[in-house]
């Protein structure tokens, strides 16, 4: 994750922001035998996931998936756990950025948006799901997850930055929190409460993270102080 | 769930609020052997999810523990899934209402702090934890999960009510969604990304939530046209 000039990925599935996404058809890393044979290995888990969900998923469904042989799988991964894992390392190495339509609001209202739609198609949600559902059970998934959203939060950051240098937003704000609160009310639904998630929820998550931060709701006592 | 007075319990757990938190021991439900039984088999049920999380639990765990005999389960659960639902279904009949502060900023941050507090402690937020991440892999306690939360976001709605009525927040307010959007950044926190929760994020949680529903981000328009 330090050197993304040397990660390309086709991957534009709208909803990477939230979530870690099965790349397109044909969308094999570059870089030789190893990440092909990396990058099979993530596909196969990503379409077991979606099929059957993380505790179902065998090391032999992904090895006839991916046609990579199950010495190999055990070898270099160790574990299924290991698989799901490095899955989700991939996923989060692609070149994603955060929406930049010129002003915080439309920013916030494009973040909370990429989830709605990416979640909109069940199929499409299933392997994102599976892996928020593995790391209830699975310690290594559980650290990737945590890695992912991590980083993805990390990459929103400039969003806020961007505000603050506009006078959108009070300097100090805390933009880990603003985006952190923008996915959270999304998030509640799909994973916790499994209420329904549509463009309402996603334009009031906006809404609300967005009044907050203009309230200074977001203020840290180290970000007021720099600022 | 029509009768609460009909259902008193004696558990008083802060985390009663978020989540479904094992009784304090010795509190079975009145009710005769019936009730007993339930409340038996739920308590092992609880004290299993917290000791293996879902995929490991057994009827065999909950027989043992409950004292139940493994037929009698069956034949009354059905399946260890009905067994998990049910436990959730009870668990959500108990009393809690929640807290009155005599203002929303206070009734806000009590509700944030109730869930922050109720996992503060890793032994009491197991069997809550795995109960929502059961909910990934078996649709009745997914089911049940919806129906908990259905219910306890309804119950904390007079807290919107009051403000409305105290001037503090604008009529039309949708309560559900500020109730929602207190316990959305921390939940997303302890489910999803997993990174820790304590009473900075339950107070920035609640501050985030009092000033978008001053700014009116939580209006609807049903609500804005009854208002």
Known sequence: MNEPSERPTTSADPATHATPAPPAPGSRRPGGRTARTRAAVRDAVLTGLAEHGYPDLTVEYVAEHSGVHKTTLYRRWGSLEGMVADALDLAGEDDWTPPDTGGLAGDLRALAREVSDGFADPAAAAAP???????????????????FYAERFRRCEPVVERAVERGEAPPGTDAGAVVRAVS????????????PVGTAQADQAAAAALAAVE????????????G
């Not at 799901?129 to 890695?147: D, Y």
Request: aromatic letters at 12%; hydrophobic letters at 60%.
């Open 215 to 226: 309230a200074g709701a977001f203020l840290t006592q180290r970000g007021a102080a720099a």
């Open 129 to 147: 799901t599976a892996f928020v559902g593995a790391a209830f059970q699975s310690p290594r998934a559980a650290e990737a997850l945590h890695a």
């Open 184 to 195: 959270a009310p999304l998030f509640l639904r799909l994973f916790v409460t499994r209420e």
